[in-house]
C-alpha cells in the first residue's frame, strides 16, 4: 500500500465506533457505510456514507478506494465482497467464511464436517417437518438466516409448540442441558499466527435474550477453560483466513464442550477487553487487517461488562445513575451514542476491571440496580444532574 491505507467498514453500530476508537489512534482511515445517517459512527469516521451495505452496487461503490473492506454486522452483500476480494483488496472476514455463517444451516454443517462438537441438529424447510424430527425435541429453532440477538430464535419443547413456530428454512437444535454460556474470542493474522483470549461467561437476560452482563475469566476449572480456547482455536483454524472470530460455547452440565455459532467479527462478548487487555478485539481486528503483528490477549486481573439495555419505551435517551456506577473503583461508562433508546436496545455498556470475582459482584450489582437508560421525558424543566448525560451524538 504505497498511499495511506483505507478501511472500509460495513456497519456503522458500536462496534464499528468501538473500532474507530482505536484506529484514531494509529490514524488510520476509516470510511463507514451505514443506512442511518444517525447510527453510532456516523459523525466519527474519516468518511461516512449513507446507504445499504446489502445491496452490492451501493457496496461496491463504497469499497471502490479502499484497500481493507471489513464488517460490523453479518448482514452485508457476499457478492459485492467476492468481488472486492476478486480486485486485489483485502476482505476480512473473508466472503467464504462470511456466507458459511450467514446462514445457521450451513454454519451447523460445517462444524460437522470439521468434528467440532455441537448440538444434534437437522435443517428443515418449514415448521411443517418438526413433527418429523420429534426425536431432537425439547429443541431450539432458528431462523437459517437474518436472526440476531436472539430474534429468530425459540425454544420448541412440544409438537404443540411447532404451531407458533416462524416460517421458512430453519436449524431444529437438540436443546442442550446448559451449565454455563461462554465465549472465546480469537484472532487469526494473514500469515496464520493466531491469538486467543480467556474465555468469558455470559449471564442473558431472559427478557431481551440479550447478554445482560459478561465477567472474565469464566469461573470454570483450568482444564474447562484450557478445553474451551482449544476448541475456539480448532473453530478459527477450520475456517483457516484472517480475522476476528468469537465463538460461543455452551457448556453443557455433563462438562461438554458444544459450539453454538461463531461471528467473524468484533463480539460484545468481547467489550471488556478494551480495559482488560493490553490488546483490545478492536485493537487486533484493526492489526489483522493492516497485516501488523498481533497484540497480547493476556487477560490483566479480572473483568466485567454489563450491558446497557433501554427500557420504558421510545425516547430521547437519558441515562441515570452514573455517579454511582463510577464511583466504584475500575469502572467505565461507554455510551453508543444512539440518538433513541428502545425498550431493549443496547445502548452502551458498563466496564469493569478489579482483582477478584467479589469486586466484579459489587460493581454488577450497583450497575444493575442504579445504571438505567429511558426515554427523556420531555417537555418538562427537569433537571439532568451530574448523574444524567446527554447521548455523544445526538
Ligand atoms: N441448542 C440449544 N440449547 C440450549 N439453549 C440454546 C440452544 N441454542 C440456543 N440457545 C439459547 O438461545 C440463545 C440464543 O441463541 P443463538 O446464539 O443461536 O442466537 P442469536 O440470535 O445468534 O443470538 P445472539 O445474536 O444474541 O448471539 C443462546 O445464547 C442460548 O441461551
Ligand atoms: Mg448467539
Redesign the pocket.
Known sequence: MAHKPIIALLGGGQLGRMFLENAMRYDITVHVLDPDPQCPCAHLATRFVQGDFDDPDTVLRFAQHADVIGIEIEHVSVEALEKLKAQGKTVIPDPSVLQTIKD?GLQKQFYLDHEIPT?DFALIHDKSQIAGHAQLLP??L?ARTG???????MPINTLADAAQAFEGPCVL????E?DL?LAVLVVRSAKGAVAVYDPVE?V?DPRF???DHLRAPARVAPAIAGSAKSLALRVAEAFAMPGLYAV?L?LTKDGELLV??T?PRAH?SGHHTIEACASSQFDQLLRAYMGWPLGDATLRGHAAMINLVGEGGTGPVELSGLDDVLHVPGTFLHLYGKTETRTGRKMGHVAVVASSHADLDQAIAVTKVHCRIRPASTGTSKTNGPASVAPHNS
Not at 436472526?147 to 430464535?153: A, F, L, R, S
Not at 437444535?173 to 442442550?176: F, G, Q, S, V
Open positions: 445457521k448440538a429443541a431450539f432458528k436472526g440476531y440477538d436472539g430474534k429468530g430464535v437444535e437438540r436443546k442442550a446448559i454460556e455470559m442473558f435474550n440479550l447478554v460461543e455452551f453454538n455459532e461471528a460484545n
